[in-house]
Nanobody
Framework: VQLQASGGGLVQAGGSLRLSCVASGRTFSTYGVGWFRQAPGLEREFVAAINWNGGSTGYADSVKGRFTISRDNAKNTVYLRMNSLKPQDTAVYYC?????????????????WGQGTQVTVSS
């Protein structure tokens, strides 16, 4: 499956953004999907993930209560709604998919990656 992430941009602290990850190539409902991010000089870290039908989700502690992951399999799209953004949320955000009905918190268990979208939060 091929993934295309979009929706990043520049926003002030406290603002919101919605990222989208559109998939093509295979039946998207057979994939668990995760969002990861990488800030300059830091390792890629887990942000949020969702299982095949949206019935189960997971979040990093740093984004719980502020970010919401969801999916629309009819549109082959996974969303990441980000509210109350902080400067420390600044990073390149990547969506990733794994051929499984479940998700995982670890990047190495995802086989398919999008190109990333930049999110910059100014103070």
């Amino acid at each position: 499956v091929q993934l295309q992430a979009s929706g990043g941009g520049l926003v002030q602290a406290g603002g919101s953004l919605r990222l989208s990850c559109v998939a093509s190539g295979r039946t998207f409902s057979t994939y668990g999907v995760g969002w990861f991010r990488q800030a300059p000089g830091l390792e890629r870290e887990f942000v949020a993930a969702i299982n095949w039908n949206g019935g189960s989700t997971g979040y990093a502690d740093s984004v719980k209560g502020r970010f919401t992951i969801s999916r629309d399999n009819a549109k082959n799209t996974v969303y990441l709604r980000m509210n109350s953004l902080k400067p420390q949320d600044t990073a390149v955000y990547y969506c990733a998919a794994r051929y499984s009905t479940t998700y995982d918190y670890t990047a190495r268990y995802y086989d398919n990656w999008g190109q990333g979208t930049q999110v910059t939060v100014s103070s």
